[in-house]
Structure formats: C-alpha cells, structure tokens
C-alpha cells in the first residue's frame, strides 16, 4: 500500500531528482528511516520551541561530558563519578557510548581539543512528571524522531544513548514512597516501596533501612532501581534469598508509545507487566516508578580475601577449585561477587560472599574447604575480613565501600554467559582450562557473581520475561574489554569485532551448550544470536507484545526487542 508519506517522499523526489542530495533523502525515506537534522521532516526551532513551552522549560541541550567538562573544567574525580554524571544529560558513564566510531568517527574525548556530538542525544527532556514524557513521545512519534530514555546513564549496551535523537531523561523523577499493605484491587501485596525511575541504589538503601526494609537491590551507587535494572532481571547478592529484582515488581508506571500514561500491574495490562519484567530495558515505554516489595531487614555477613597466583595455568586451577567448591554455599543462600584480574604472569583472584543470618565466624568456616584448596595449588591467601551489619549498609554505605559512587569515565565494553548449575557438576577440571586460555588470549580479567540458585530457582513458575536460563543458572560470568582515547576510530572496531568473535567464543565454551543463555543488562550488544542468548524461548511472545504497545518501534535499543528490524544506530529500517 502506498501511504500518503510514501507520496510525498515519491513527489519529491520526482521535482528534484537531478540533485544527490534528494536521491539519498529518498533512499533514507524508502528505506522508513527517522528524520535528523537537515532532513526535511526534521522539526524547525519553532517547533522545539513549542515542545519547551509544552515542557515548562525542561527541554535542554545534550553535550558529551568530555565538552561539558572542557567549559566547567571538572575534576578528574568528577571525570570519574558516576556521581556527577548522573546530573549531565548528555552522559553515559562508560565513554564510549558517547562516542561515535563509525567511519571516521565524531569524537569528544577528555581534553582533546576537537569535539563531535558522536551518539549523544541533541535534546533532552528534564522530566519531572508523566505529562513532560507523555509530551515528549507524541513529538517523537509526531516528527518520526529516534528517541533514547536514560535514567543513570550506566548501561553497558549504550542503550541510553543515541545519536541525533531527544532523550527522554528521568534522572529527576526521585519519589521514594513505602507502604505497608499495597493493593491492587483486592490484593494486597504486603511491604512495598514505590520508586521512582531516577532514584539510585545507594538512595535507596538508605531509604529502606531508615524504614528497617530491604529490597532486591544491586551493589552500584546510581544504578536506577526503576530504570534498565529492574527490566533486565536484577540480580543482587540477596538474590539466593530473596530473589530477582523483577521477581518482586508489582507494578510499574510507564508512558507508552501512543502516550497514554499506565499503570500496569498483573490484572491491568498483564500482558505488558509481564515484558517488561525481563523483556531487556528500554524496549516497552518510559518508566515513572516501579511498585516492588520490601522485606525486614535482617543481619548480614560480608566475607572478603583475595587469592594471588603466579601463572595463568595456576589461575585457572584456583577457578577449577572454586567451581569444585561452587555448591559449599547452598544451602545458607550466600551470595558472591568473584573477580580474577590476571594476566600470564600473576593474578589477583578477589571474593566477596555475603549471606543472611549468619556470623563472621561461621561464614568463614564455610570458606575454608576452598581456601585450603587454593593454599594447596600454593596460591597465597590473604588475610580474611568479615564485616555483619545490615545488608544496606554492606551494600551501600562506604564505610564498608562496596560500592559508594561507581568508577565512570572509561572505555570498556563486556559480554557474559549464564553458566548452569549443570556446567558445575561435571568436569570442571575444564572450567580451569577455559580461564587460563581466557587470559592467555590477552583478557585481564574473568568476573562471577554468584547471585542465582535458591529463591531465583524456585522463582521459576512467576510468569515473567526473564529467560528461563536464569532459573537453573550457578553463576553469571564475564568478561570485559578497555581500550585508551587515543585508539583511532577503526581499531576501536576492529577491538569490539574481536571481542565478539574471538573472545567471548573462549567464555560461552565454559557453558557447555549450544544455545547458553546471558544477561541483558551486563552484556554484548554485538551478540550475535542475541533473541535467542538473552530471551530464550520468550522473544516471539515479546515480539507480539511489541507490535501491541510499540507498533511503530519508537522504543529501540540495541540488542533489543524489534531491533533486528533496525540499522545499529537505530535510524533506518533494513
Ligand atoms: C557499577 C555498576 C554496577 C552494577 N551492578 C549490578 C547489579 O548488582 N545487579 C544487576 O542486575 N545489574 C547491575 N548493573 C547493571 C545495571 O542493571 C544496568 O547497567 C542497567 O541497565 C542500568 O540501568 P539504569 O537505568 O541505571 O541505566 P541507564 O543507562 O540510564 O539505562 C539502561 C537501560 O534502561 C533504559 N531505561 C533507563 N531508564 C528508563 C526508564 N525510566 N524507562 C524505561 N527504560 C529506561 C535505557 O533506555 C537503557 O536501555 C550494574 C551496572 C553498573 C554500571
Ligand atoms: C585533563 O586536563 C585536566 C586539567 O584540566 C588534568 O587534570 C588531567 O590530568 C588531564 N587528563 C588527561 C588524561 O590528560
Ligand atoms: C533537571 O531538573 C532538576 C529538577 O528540577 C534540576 O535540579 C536540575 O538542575 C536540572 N538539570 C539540568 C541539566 O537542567
Ligand atoms: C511525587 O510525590 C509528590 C508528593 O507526594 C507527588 O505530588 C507527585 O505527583 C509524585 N510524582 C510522581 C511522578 O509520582
Ligand atoms: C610467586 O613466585 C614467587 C617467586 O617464586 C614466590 O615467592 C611467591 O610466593 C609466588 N606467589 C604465588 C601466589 O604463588
Ligand atoms: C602482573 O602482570 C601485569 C601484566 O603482565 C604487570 O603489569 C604487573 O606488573 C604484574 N604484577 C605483579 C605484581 O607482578
Ligand atoms: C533471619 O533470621 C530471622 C530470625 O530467625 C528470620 O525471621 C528471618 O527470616 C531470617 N532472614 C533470612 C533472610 O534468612
Ligand atoms: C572448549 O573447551 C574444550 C574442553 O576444554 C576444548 O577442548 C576446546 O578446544 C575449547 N574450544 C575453544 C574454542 O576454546
Ligand atoms: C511457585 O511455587 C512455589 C513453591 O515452590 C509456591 O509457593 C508459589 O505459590 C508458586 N507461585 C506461583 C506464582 O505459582
Ligand atoms: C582483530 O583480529 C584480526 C584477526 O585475528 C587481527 O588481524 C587484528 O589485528 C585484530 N585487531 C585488533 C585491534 O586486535
């Protein structure tokens, strides 16, 4: 059928086709990409002008943080901060996002002396109420504009990020509101904290401790509890207690694309309610809050040692211990955060296992059988540290500095793998080879967070979005990629291909399968297979879903639901 746009794209082109610049406006058309500056379609000033006003001001200019911080001459520990970053609209916390490599590349790096747009967003929306993003998206859909939604600014993907798109940016939406019986209908959901999609971690363990609760919470400092977290699964070192993030969502309050402004929960909109609980973040509206449940508050142990080793060989016998010992911690529900920096040549395997109701004492008595394993190999232990405390404050407060600002301002790009509980009962002799080769191929590093297996297992029959593979999983693994500014543009390509295709082929070989499960949240965006890797059997459902919610794709990201319809940028339709 030929619509009235394709009309109009095929009159003008036929009154000037003498011109290249025409001819490539039509390709662009025929080919149904959003319009960017210059084009035509594109929105005059006195259009944006109008949408400021519609906005009460909030529509601001985005610029890359390295331009930001070249006129206020920022610190290097604001350079740094996740902090200060989550105050600029333009940032993203890993450099590169901001960063376009394509072609040449347009660039704005620290003190350089140059500065292109790459992909940040040309506006943004300050967003303080549903009506400013309910504002915002009909002008996206109005002018057929490439919008990106960021709430931090953290994601590894870059998938709050676009070029030459408005931003719709909820950093500001900080409500933080507890209830002791939260209904919906006739149900009642028990403790719930209602958040809203700008408030951080570490905000929001405070929050909940001054209330004696809990919730299911990452360790990062400005990590949205309502933004991409919460859609990805959200695991969190309680997690083998309390389950995933998702697990505990009652309801959320989203702007959907036509935009209506929604309340969708299990009764209204169940269909919705169940994508966007592990749907992948940013594909399904933009969210206000999320409803999710709280817990009481209950002691907590941290147990922290590093493991220091020679030789990759001796590394990877240390991980093929630590994969023997995985089950130890079973059945107290601990959780563990596990992070070998190594190279050929030495290694500094870090540990952090937290667990519920338990003491210093008694949580390392569970270590020893692995520690004295490792000692065994003639890895050197450090000595041991425990810390019993709350739970927010092991994850929050910097007294004990999990986390409390998150390290920004790098270039670096990860990939991850779900191993499954199965993966462990085998050989894991293989596991240990599969490490030393992962360093021996030049990666610094192997990650592992053991927050699965107990409540996210038994989680299993909740009717949501996150793949299944999370449900029988032992450990999230990955590995990351840096790389410094002054790699020119086409090597920073060459660098992710790499990654892609040479790399994390060595970390999926430790799952085992041919179809292994990851992430999305800590991920690649350049995974290959991703429908299948980050949502297993649940992507032709979530299609479906988009198609109800999202018929015309205002919501794209990268790797994400409908993207595969998409250019990289997502710009133009293939
Ligand atoms: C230091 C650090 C620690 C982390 N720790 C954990 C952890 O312990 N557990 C864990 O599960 N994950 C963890 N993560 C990963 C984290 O969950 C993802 O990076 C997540 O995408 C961040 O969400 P955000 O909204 O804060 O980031 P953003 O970059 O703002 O957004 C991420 C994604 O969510 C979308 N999004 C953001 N806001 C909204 C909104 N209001 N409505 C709709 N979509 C939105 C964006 O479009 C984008 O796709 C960590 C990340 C970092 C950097
Ligand atoms: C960038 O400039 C600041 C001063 O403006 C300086 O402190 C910092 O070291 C410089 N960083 C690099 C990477 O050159
Ligand atoms: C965004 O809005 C908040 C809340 O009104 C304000 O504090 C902040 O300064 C604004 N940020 C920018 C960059 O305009
Ligand atoms: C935040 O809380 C205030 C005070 O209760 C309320 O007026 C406002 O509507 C809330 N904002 C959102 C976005 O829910
Ligand atoms: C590494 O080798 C040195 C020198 O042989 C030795 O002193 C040290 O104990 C070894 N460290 C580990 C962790 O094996
Ligand atoms: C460990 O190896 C790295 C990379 O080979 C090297 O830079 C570093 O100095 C080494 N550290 C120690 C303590 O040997
Ligand atoms: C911790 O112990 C208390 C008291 O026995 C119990 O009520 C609570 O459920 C336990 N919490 C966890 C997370 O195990
Ligand atoms: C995968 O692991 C197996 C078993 O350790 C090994 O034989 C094989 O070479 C590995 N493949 C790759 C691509 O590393
Ligand atoms: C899931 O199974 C558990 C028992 O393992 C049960 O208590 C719970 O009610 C079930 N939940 C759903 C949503 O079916
Ligand atoms: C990427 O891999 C190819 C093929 O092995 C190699 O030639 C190239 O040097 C690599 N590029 C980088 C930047 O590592």
């Not at 405070?206 to 400092?221: E, H, L, W």
């Not at 919705?272 to 973040?281: E, K, Q, T």
């Not at 990666?443 to 793949?467: D, L, Q, R, W």
Request: overall charge neutral; proline content about 4%; aromatic content about 8%.
């Amino acid at each position: 059928m030929l619509s009235l746009a394709h009309l109009g794209a095929l009159l003008l082109l036929l009154s000037c086709v003498h011109t290249a610049a025409a001819a490539s406006i039509f390709d662009r058309r025929a080919g149904s990409c959003r319009n960017q500056p210059g084009d035509p379609g594109f929105p005059a000033q006195s259009e944006w002008d109008r949408l400021n006003a519609q906005v009460g001001g909030r529509l601001i200019p985005a610029y890359p943080t390295a331009k930001v911080c070249a006129s206020v001459h920022c610190t290097p520990a604001q350079w740094a901060s996740s902090i200060y970053r989550a105050t600029l609209p333009g940032a993203m916390n890993r450099n590169n996002w901001e960063q376009d490599y394509s072609g040449s590349g347009s660039l704005c790096l620290l003190n350089s002396t140059g500065c292109g747009q790459g992909n940040v967003p040309i506006w943004a929306i300050n967003a303080t109420t549903p009506a400013h993003l309910q504002a915002g998206v009909k002008f996206a859909a109005k002018h057929n504009l490439r919008v990106a939604i960021k709430a931090s600014g953290h994601d590894f993907l870059g998938r709050s990020t676009a070029k030459n798109s408005l931003l719709l940016w909820t950093q500001y939406f900080k409500n933080i509101t507890f209830e002791d019986n939260f209904r919906i209908g006739n149900k009642n959901y028990g403790s719930t904290v209602t958040v809203g999609s700008g408030v951080g971690l570490k905000a929001l363990y405070g929050a909940a401790k001054d209330q004696g609760k809990i919730f299911v919470g990452g360790t990062a400092a400005t990590v949205a509890a309502a933004g991409g977290y919460s859609q990805g699964a959200g695991h969190s070192a309680f997690s083998p207690v309390l389950g995933l993030a998702t697990d505990n969502a009652v309801q959320y309050n989203i702007v959907t694309a036509n935009g209506d402004y929604l309340a969708v929960n299990e009764f209204s909109h169940p269909d919705l309610f169940w994508a966007v609980r592990g749907g992948g973040a940013g594909s399904w509206g933009v969210i206000v809050s999320v409803t999710t449940k709280v817990f009481d508050i209950f002691s907590a142990t941290i147990h922290q040692t590093t493991v220091q080793t020679n030789t990759s060989v001796q590394s990877g016998k240390v991980m093929a211990a630590h994969a023997r010992h995985i089950f130890d911690l079973d059945d107290i529900r601990a959780g563990q955060y596990f992070y070998l920096a190594a190279s050929r040549t030495n290694g500094s395997l870090s540990l952090s296992t937290l667990a519920a109701n338990i003491s210093g004492a008694a949580l390392k008595a569970r270590m020893a059988p692995f520690l004295d394993e490792v000692r065994a190999l003639g890895a050197v232990v450090t000595p041991e540290i425990t810390i019993t405390a709350t739970p927010n404050d092991i994850i929050a407060n910097a007294d004990f500095a999990i986390e409390s600002d998150d390290v920004s301002g790098r270039n670096v790009i990860m990939g991850s793998r779900l191993i499954q509980a199965t993966a462990y009962q085998g050989n894991v002799d293989s596991i240990g080879d599969a490490v030393t080769k992962i360093l021996d191929h030049g990666i610094p590093g192997f990650y592992g967070h053991m927050v699965c297996g107990g409540k996210v297992a038994e989680n299993a029959n909740i009717s949501s979005a996150v793949t299944p593979k999370w449900r029988t999983a032992k450990a999230h693994v990955l590995i990351s990629q840096a790389w410094a500014d002054s790699t020119p543009p086409p090597i920073v390509e060459q660098i992710r291909h790499n990654f892609t295709y040479q790399s994390m082929p060595l970390l999926i070989n430790i799952t085992g399968e041919t179809d292994s499960g990851s992430y999305s949240s800590e991920a690649d965006v350049l995974e290959p297979n991703f429908q299948t890797t980050f949502f297993g059997p649940n992507y032709a459902r979530l299609s479906a879903i988009k198609a109800v919610y999202d018929p015309n794709d205002l919501f794209i990201v990268g790797a994400g639901v409908g993207s595969e319809k998409w250019d990289a940028a997502g710009m133009c339709r293939k």
